[in-house]
């Protein structure tokens, strides 16, 4: 288990940005695929998108593709999730993980093996 800690929520109007980072202190985050993941509440957390280590591969869920952009800066072992034109389905606590399967992306939360606490990011008028 690695300490990962999110910051960037709040609270935003519709049609707004946020930029979430996601960083590490202890440990590199370029050997490791990093997944930004969301939890309403009341519902199962889903993958929001993954940047793969492997081969450098992004993802995004269909719901946030077009708007919300991930990506690495290596020299401050931080990854980033750029949100756009956020909606208020958006509203969520969002997550980020290491993978435990060496480097690849996957949607479901069960691959991914260091949390971190979390952000809410809440998107109302």
């Known amino acids: 288990q690695f300490e990962l800690v999110e910051s960037g929520g709040g609270l935003v109007q519709p049609g707004g940005s946020l930029r979430l980072s996601c960083a590490a202190s202890?440990?590199?985050?370029?050997?490791?695929?990093i997944g930004w993941f969301r939890q309403a509440p009341g519902k199962e957390r889903e993958g929001v998108s993954c940047?793969?280590?492997?081969?450098?591969?992004?993802h995004y869920a269909d719901s946030v593709k077009g708007r919300f952009t991930i990506s690495r800066d290596n020299a401050k072992n931080t990854v980033y999730l750029q949100m756009n034109s956020l909606k208020p389905e958006d509203t969520a606590v969002y997550y980020c993980?290491?993978?435990?399967?060496?480097?690849?992306?996957?949607?479901?939360?069960?691959?991914?093996?260091?949390w971190g606490q979390g952000t809410q990011v809440t998107v109302s008028s």
């Open positions: 202890e440990f590199s985050l370029d050997y490791y695929a």
């Open positions: 940047t793969s280590s492997s081969d450098g591969s992004t």
């Open positions: 993980a290491t993978d435990i399967r060496g480097g690849a992306c996957s949607d479901y939360p069960a691959d991914f093996g260091s």
